[in-house]
C-alpha cells in the first residue's frame, strides 16, 4: 500500500504547480488593487464594483451564458438520439460509430474551428452547396449562429459519449420487465431507458456548459472581432490590456458561475433507487 501511495506524489506535486498555484495567484490578483504587486497585498473589492458597475461586461457576460445554455440544449437534442441509436446497435456497429464520434476529436480544436470559417464564408462550400440547388448565397460569418454551430460541432462529442456510456451500462432486463407489465415502447422509454440514462445526459451536460461558456478562440474566429463574449474580455485583458486585476476578477467570477452549475447538476437526484426509497 504504501508503494501505491509514493506513486501519488509525482502527480499531486504536478497538479499543486501546475493548477493549485495558478488558481492561487489568480485569487491573489483578483483581490489586488491595479498598479499592486503581489508583495505589497492591499485587499480590496474595486475590481469585482468595476465588472458589475459596467452594462457593457454584464451584457457579454449574459450573452456568454445564453450562448453556451443553447449549445448544451442543442447538443442535448442531437446528441441523445444519435447516443440511443449507438447503444441500440449490434456490438460491431458500436465501435464503428464511437470511433467516427471521436475520430474528430483527434484534430486539434483550433484546426477544426479553422475549417468552419472555410465552410461558411460567403463564398465558402456550404454556400455553394446550397447555391447548386438554387439556394442563397448566405451570410453566415460573423453571426450567432456561426458561433453556437461552431460550438455544438465541438463539444457534442462529450455529449453523446456520455450519453451512450449511460446506456450501454443499463440493465436490458428492465425493459423486458416493462414489456411484460404491459408497458409499450414509448412507456418503456419514459419510465426506464429515460431515468436510468439522466446521470449521463447531466455528464454530458457538465462537459458541454462549462467549455462553452468561457470559450474564447471559436466566437473570435468565427464571431469576428465584433462578437465579443467572456472568454474574450478575459483574453484581452490579460494579454492586450495587461489589467491582470481584473481578469482575475472576471475569472473568479466564471469560476464561481462554474461551480454553482456543478453543483446545481449534481444536486439533481438521478438515483432511480433512491427516489423509490423515498417515495415508499
Known sequence: MRQFRSMVYP??????????LPMLLILLYAFTGEGNDVTSFRFTFANFIRFFQDAVFLDVLKRSLVIAIWTTIICVLLGYPIAYVIASGKEKSKMFWILLITLPTWINMLVRTYAWMGILQDEGLLNRVLGFFGIGPFHMMHTTFAVVLGMVYNFIPFMILQIHA???????SLLEAAQDLGANSVQSF???????????????????????????????????????????????????????????????????????????????????????RRRS
Not at 449511460?166 to 436490458?172: H, N, P
Not at 419514459?190 to 462549462?210: E, N
Not at 468561457?214 to 469576428?224: A, E, R, T
Request: proline share 5%.
Open 11 to 20: 502527480y499531486l506535486i504536478w497538479c499543486s504547480i501546475m493548477v493549485v
Open 166 to 172: 449511460s446506456l450501454a451500462k443499463m440493465d436490458k
Open 190 to 276: 419514459m419510465r426506464v431507458t429515460l431515468p436510468l440514462s439522466l446521470p449521463g445526459v447531466l455528464s454530458g451536460i457538465t462537459l458541454v456548459f462549462l467549455p462553452a461558456v468561457s470559450s474564447f478562440f471559436i466566437p473570435k474566429l468565427l464571431g469576428g472581432g465584433q462578437y465579443v463574449l467572456i472568454g474574450n474580455v478575459i483574453e484581452t485583458q490579460f494579454l492586450t490590456s495587461g489589467d491582470w486585476n481584473f481578469g482575475s476578477a472576471i475569472s473568479m467570477i466564471m469560476a464561481v458561475i462554474i461551480m454553482l452549475s456543478m453543483y446545481l447538476t449534481r444536486k439533481v437526484d438521478t438515483d432511480p433507487a433512491a427516489n423509490g
